[in-house]
């Protein structure tokens, strides 16, 4: 199913506010935009969210600041429990150009669910200072997958999306497509910023993700992306965000 997002009429609500949706595994929200900017977080459940500047898995520890005028759309993974901020430009926050993920703290997920709930004014005007102040602190996070624009990088991006356990290293890939593996190298630190065994990880990430959200054991994740044991692919998953695979599956 598909959908595209209500008008929020947020001058009379202040410089935040906050919205609780629940969606069904595979729902989409159509790309769209808005003027201002939006904190897309949900409390259970993984959402694939897609931009002209990549792609992000948010976990529900995690969330994606998107700024104004960025056209997203949304895919869920899983049943999803999503609780947004969206910011008017009044919040004067410091600017932001890109988007990018987050960690969301146990203060700012308990502030988000404060501003859902609401209460008197003074209460509202409370929560959102406090909401703004977390967010002037908030340091980016990985989980972004930025897609190439080079045609070479393209189809090897392209394959490993497709089956990211694919093991072949950047010496094969450059023989698959007609370089040097320097020169593959060079392609993926110009056109997307980061080494290809980085890409590759995240891609993986991205797919363990979204498998461990549909509930597959972190057994079988780990062997459909090419790891060698679980304990391997735990250790990955610890070391780059911060908690065990098995955190993501469904309650």
Excluded: N
Excluded at 35 to 46: E, N, R, T
Excluded at 58 to 71: D, I, K
Excluded at 137 to 156: T, V, Y
């Amino acid at each position: 199913m598909q959908i595209l997002p209500d008008d929020l009429p947020l001058g009379a609500a202040g410089t935040v506010s906050a919205l609780a949706r629940d969606y069904g595994d595979g729902f989409q929200v159509l790309p769209h935009t808005h003027p201002w900017s939006q904190l897309i977080h949900a409390i259970s459940g993984v959402m694939r969210v897609s931009t002209s500047q990549g792609t992000w898995i948010l976990p529900p520890h995690r969330a994606l600041w998107v700024p104004p005028g960025v056209q997203h759309g949304l895919r869920m993974v899983g049943a999803v429990k999503m609780r947004t901020l969206y910011i008017t430009p009044e919040a004067s926050l410091p600017p932001q150009a890109v988007c990018k993920i987050v960690m969301v703290s146990g203060l700012l997920r308990e502030l988000i669910l404060a501003a859902i709930a609401g209460g008197t004014e003074e209460r509202i005007a409370h929560v959102q200072a406090l909401v703004l102040d977390e967010l002037r602190h908030l340091d980016a996070q990985p989980l972004h997958l930025p897609l190439p624009r080079e045609g070479r990088l393209k189809k090897i991006c392209d394959a490993l999306l497709a089956d990211p356990g694919r093991g072949e290293s950047l010496e094969d890939w450059a023989d698959l497509v007609g370089v040097s593996s320097r020169t593959l190298a060079r392609l993926f630190q110009k056109d997307l910023g980061m080494r290809f065994v980085d890409w590759r990880q995240q891609a993986r990430l991205a797919e363990a993700l979204s498998r461990l959200a549909s509930g597959v054991p972190v057994s079988s994740v780990a062997h459909a992306l090419g790891y060698d044991s679980p304990a391997a692919f735990s250790a990955m998953f610890r070391r780059t965000l911060g908690s065990a695979p098995r955190d993501c599956l469904p309650g």
